[in-house]
């Protein structure tokens, strides 16, 4: 029987609202959100840079047998608990009714999950081309028992908004998982010194978010409350599942077509082109579905709001996106070194996917907030159907570029073109989405052009880097300007 921490006075009848409790909404929701975000910069911040020293220290075969162990735990960590830290989340009521039996459901799904990829480790590392990285998935699997024991305490904090804990916890997942990982690189442990970090800081992230809950959760069962939970949280599950094979199925195509070292290329590639996508969605994302879902009963409104969150997007993005395109050898050779250097060209697509994920990702958000969840997840389904037979195609025909450019192309003419036809059941028309695009992406194209127009007067690696960026950035801010006069143009153009 769950009991609580704080408040052992209270009531079962009681809700458990602590977190509320402390002020007024907003400004909980906001501090939470301040923690949220503080917890993502430094993080991504933190995980950048030990992939620059990693980068220096392993060799592209080590990160490709560690992509390997890294897919087999991005599938199956997003089901691990069976939906059910939604669910808890969601429960009306007291919480401690529904806590116990989302612990029993959590810690008997990854514990199965767990036996089942102990089982199927050499059959999944085999087909994905690198056998001798079964036991490296196996370690790594340790991880889904480790979230499933820590899902619920997890819950009951993000329902709370103590995201402050929360934040605590992922620090301290980093400072120890971190110097473990890079000791074992520099002693030549090669792809495990990753996994022994990762498991490490998995079971420190889990300690502390068990001890610092409100609310000590002990298993039980109790069927009705299972059936709920299951019920709201399994189709989310399946959606999460969907939406993970979509981003990882790349790898399983480059590792059974291409072998472990241009996976390893791969992985760094496609981690440096998520970075624009991943601060952006940080600072955008966050409140897109929350707006959205305000707007979703007076379409005129949204009709205005959506297009502009677009254009925001956008304007942030872009500059971010044309930079590592235009210098992708110029970037991996200064933070990684020139052994990544084959990493350059499928960078240059893949970054391109990156900025049509933000405009993918807040259509999907639209979709959702707008009631019509089933067709976000139809459309993922498409998604992966079709990005498969590309991947496959563009690895066999042109290698590394052209898996990203496959990648590329279902986005853009499968994806986008799907949820744009979404759009308009909510009352947002295609060619206002192209008018608040029109700045931001011409801005694109003259910073691309002056770019490569200075590229061609400098030669050492970090002069191009350093003149090049610098002035693609005054040329995108100049050509940003409200007002500017091409920008006009080209609107009045599409206007028309």
Known sequence: MAAPCRTRQRTMSEPEQ???????????????????????????????????VLARLLTPEDFGLYAVALVAINLLIVANDLGVIAAVIRWQGDVREAAGTAATLSLLFSAALFAAVFAVAPAFASAMGSPSAANLVRVIAIALLIDGASAVPQAILVREFRNDRLALAELGGFLTGTPVTIAMAV????????????????????????????????PRFDRDVSGQLIRFGAPLALSAVVAQAVLNVDYIVVGRALGPVDLGIYLLAFNLSSWPASLVSTAVARVAFAGFSRLVKDHSRLALAFPRSIGVALSILAPMVVVLAVLAPEVIE?????????????????????????????????????????????????????????????????????????????AALVVLPLLLIDAGRSGIRTRRLVEEAVRPLLSTAVAAVVMLTVLTTVS??????????????????????????????VRTRVRS
């Open 334 to 410: 200064f933070l990684y070194g020139s052994k990544w250097l084959p990493a350059a060209t499928p960078l240059r697509f893949l970054v391109l996917l990156g900025g049509m994920r933000i405009v993918i990702d807040l259509l999907m958000d639209l979709t959702i907030a707008d009631g019509r969840p089933g067709v976000a997840l139809v459309v993922r389904v498409v998604w992966l159907a079709a990005v498969v037979p590309s991947l496959a195609v563009g690895a066999s025909a042109a290698g590394l570029p052209g898996v990203g450019a496959a990648h590329v192309a279902v």
């Open 18 to 52: 602590p977190g509320l409790a402390e002020g007024p909404l907003s400004r909980t929701v906001a501090k939470a959100l301040g923690w949220s975000t503080l917890a993502q910069v430094l993080g991504r911040a933190g995980s950048f840079a030990v992939g620059i």
């Open 187 to 218: 002693l030549g442990a090669g792809p495990w010194s990753i996994v022994a970090g990762r498991v490490l800081g998995a079971s420190t992230v889990a300690v502390i978010v068990v001890v610092s809950a409100p609310i000590r959760t002990w």
């Open 460 to 489: 050492t690696p970090f002069a191009r880097l350093a003149v090049g960026g610098a002035c693609g950035a005054l040329a995108y801010v100049v050509t940003l300007i409200p007002g500017n006069p091409l920008v006009a143009w």
